[in-house]
């Protein structure tokens, strides 16, 4: 019979190498605490058997990984891994706090707009850090006020960016500006957009009074060609274009998808261009995948959502990063139907056996009669 060990007793002392692994290789690790907390599933501590031995790892990634606590006992919920200037072994900052290090200068910072700040420091004699407190990102700039580019941002404390500043070479007093650059591009987009709509509006209101009629054509005739008309997505805007323009036209919505969906979306481009310029109601098809695709992105957000209740956050996005190549398919899709219209409808109907045209088509509604 074994005698259970005192509730207030502390753990066994020994290494155990099934804990955690670094790169594939076990790091031995101490489990601390008192049989009372392990009991009641109160919070443990592991440490390294070692804390002056370092864990070297490689220029590339590695992987930490722990085992299952279904097998272990132990559920390692976090490891905190520390390193001093060099690369050796540092100090294990939940046991002991890190220095504060020297007084910063004093400084205030205020937000300028949605993506800028500017921090302003005064009386600063050593090299200091600006850091902002916003996701890592390379395309945050920070410039000081006569223009000189502090260049990247560095990563700190794991996810924000930092700025290292030198009196020596902006001086005692600075004014940093920190500007979120790809925001322009979202801007110069939304004013390409609004122009969009704009222009729509206008060929709504305005575009038909351009249309007058030539001199002996009948009020029935300009009637017809200013009635609107019916136009099924079933039907085709003109004939099969030639093999020259299709591959010519495949090969420009390939690359234009290839460059912003990546190759999985530029092979259904491929695809589904060739069907629309080469297949007689190839177009439908091609159609019918443009809202396809959006569709099934919109159902799989909203079925997703239903069914975990993802929370609403900054991260919320991440759990439907799948269907982002879904929409830019839908997109490019969109722009291709477009193009394969305009070149569909420029193409001569062929001629039946008695060598009249055949009207068959959207680009030529109305008979000879008419």
């Excluded at 589904?272 to 695709?293: D, E, H, K, N, Y």
Aim: proline fraction near 8%; charged fraction near 15%; charge should be negative.
């Amino acid at each position: 019979v074994v005698v259970a060990p005192e509730p207030g007793a502390a753990l066994p002392t020994s290494c155990r190498n099934d804990l955690l692994t670094i790169g594939g290789q076990p790091v031995p690790q101490l489990v601390v605490g008192t049989v009372d907390a392990a009991l009641s599933s109160s919070s443990l501590t592991i440490q390294s058997c070692d804390p002056l031995e370092a864990v070297a790892l490689p220029a590339a990634e590695s992987l930490l990984q722990t085992s299952p606590g279904a097998t272990t006992g132990f559920d390692v919920d976090m490891v905190t891994l520390s390193s001093a200037p060099g690369g050796g072994a540092g100090v294990d900052t939940l046991q002991s706090p890190p220095d504060p290090g020297p007084t910063p200068p004093d400084s205030t910072t205020e937000r300028k707009g949605r993506n800028t700040y500017e921090v302003q420091t005064t009386s600063a004699t050593k090299p200091y850090w600006v850091v902002l407190g916003q996701s890592y990102g390379p395309g945050w700039a920070a410039t000081t006020s006569d223009g000189k580019d502090l260049g990247p941002p560095t990563l700190i404390n794991g996810y924000a960016n930092g700025w290292r500043v030198d009196p020596a070479q902006v001086g005692e007093d600075a004014t940093v500006r920190i500007t979120w650059t790809p925001q322009r591009l979202a801007w110069a987009g939304l004013a390409l957009s609004a122009l969009g709509v704009l222009l729509c509006l206008g060929l709504l209101i305005f575009g038909g009074r351009h249309l007058k009629t030539e001199a002996g054509d009948s009020p029935a005739a300009e009637a017809l060609e200013m009635t609107p008309t019916y136009a099924s997505p079933l039907q085709a805007d003109g004939p099969a274009l030639s093999a020259k323009i299709a591959s010519v036209t495949t090969l420009f919505a390939g690359l234009l998808a290839f460059f912003f969906g990546g190759v999985w979306v530029a092979l259904a481009v491929v695809a589904l261009t060739l069907v629309a310029a080469l297949i007689p109601r190839g177009q439908f098809i091609l159609r019918l995948a443009t809202i396809g695709s959006l569709g099934a992105a919109f159902a799989y957000i909203l079925l997703k959502q239903g069914l975990n209740d993802y929370r609403l956050d900054f991260d919320w996005a991440k759990w439907f990063e799948i269907t982002h190549s879904w929409g830019i398919l839908a997109i490019v899709l969109l722009a291709v139907d477009v193009a394969v219209d305009g070149l569909r409808s420029t193409e001569q109907p062929p001629a039946d056996a008695s060598g009249a045209e055949n009207r068959h088509y959207v680009s030529d509604l109305r008979s000879k009669e008419e």
